[in-house]
């Protein structure tokens, strides 16, 4: 039977928006932060005055405690918005994240001082949590198991676009009419994106587009709906191995991938190792290797872990083979704070990135694989927020330990945390199963229009 997958493969194009503007919005500070005048304006320094090494020093440590604020916010917040997408679904809760994070993106642009854009930070980690409990729950609502892996591989690919765009378009933006206009421009893409979810996102159960053929698809390997429906307390969901499983795995890998988004483009312009140094006017170009090379991994990751279904493999073999070769692609990442090849460097952080764009697709799709779909996105919230965690201890000292020893520790903690994440994921699980729910008699089903 030929099954026509318009409807949700258009829905899946929104999702990758959603999550391409996402990006954008967190990613422009990592790029003002090169710029000179944004770096005298933080730390109180008169524009014609020289900037020491001292002041950029302690910029850099500054800029950790920054990045803190955010991930602590992101942390809880994940917590939050997947709890209440669960409750009040994925078109309002979402509609609300994106509406919080635009505007608080777009408050960087008043900042006038480290202590105005710490609250800023944090106010858009709040929004900004939204993204993947709605983006993991929209996918487990709207594709069949088979295909999970592949869909979130491909919306995730929407974090790399979101730094390719960030990369070409804010250095543009700051160099032509100053970093708040960065913000600014950035902040408003939410608003469009807020108006195209809000038309266009409605469940398969009530979307007026969606074909009978592709809805008897997208629910062709469903639980009872009985169970799938069956609203799970959140403190129930700690007392399952499988989530403890997709945390543990969350807070091993989110750090560094946070780690790669605040500090690389000050690791290629300032760097000792390297033999060329980029500033705003070169920076553009690796970073559309590095992010575009990310994308093809989380693609290819995504369609690897399906095709090994499609193989005939059971589940827990599919995506624990998948996490492992992804976590021994990042073990060469230690050497590139040791080279002196600008070239050198990115294939091998581009190889890291690709790699962890794959185990953040695998990963997502453990919600969706093991839990029922009224739980997903609660179960995405909390590994979110286990991994900002994470995210916020590397980033209290990443600014210290890049000032006081070099990336080399840095680069060390990346190349290994995702092989010890992967053993303490298979010694939590042994093996992958859907949790075990009591049947229920009696099923209410909440509404998503």
Known sequence: MRIHPSVRWRILTLLFAATTINYIDRNVLSFTMIDVGFKKEMMGVAQDAPLTQAVSNEFKIQMGYVDSAFK????????????????IGA???????????????SLHALAGSLGSLRWFRASLGIGEAANFPAAIKTV?????????????????AGANVGIIVTA??????????GWRASFLVTGSLGILLLLAWWKFYHKPENHPALKD????????????????????????????RQTWAFAVGKF????????????????????????????????GLPFLVIYIVSDVGSVFFGWLSSTFLNMGWSLNRARKTTLFICALCVVPISLASTTHSIYVAVALISLATAAHTGWAAT???????LFPRSAV?????IGGMSGALGGVLLAAVAGLIRVRYGYLPLFIIASSSYLIGWCLIHWILPTMKKVELPPVLEVSHPQDY
């Open 72 to 87: 602590f916010t992101y942390a809880f917040g994940f917590l939050l918005m997947g709890w209440l997408i669960d409750r």
């Open 91 to 105: 078109r309002r809760g979402f509609s609300l994240g994106i509406l919080l994070w635009s505007m608080a993106a």
């Open 140 to 156: 487990a609502e709207w594709f069949p198991q088979k295909e999970r892996a592949l869909a979130t591989g491909l919306f995730n």
């Open 168 to 177: 070409l378009l804010v250095p543009f933006l700051t160099l032509r009419f």
């Open 213 to 240: 053929r592709e809805r008897i698809h997208i629910q062709s390997d469903r639980d009872q709906l009985s169970i799938d429906t069956q609203k799970i307390p959140w403190i129930q969901l700690l007392t399952f």
């Open 252 to 283: 091993m890998a989110d750090p560094i991938w946070w780690f790669y988004l605040t500090w690389l483009p000050d690791f290629f312009n300032s760097n000792e190792a390297l033999d060329q140094k980029l500033d705003l006017k070169t920076i």
């Open 363 to 369: 990963m997502y799709t453990f919600a969706a694989d």
């Open 377 to 381: 996105a609660s179960v995405t919230g």
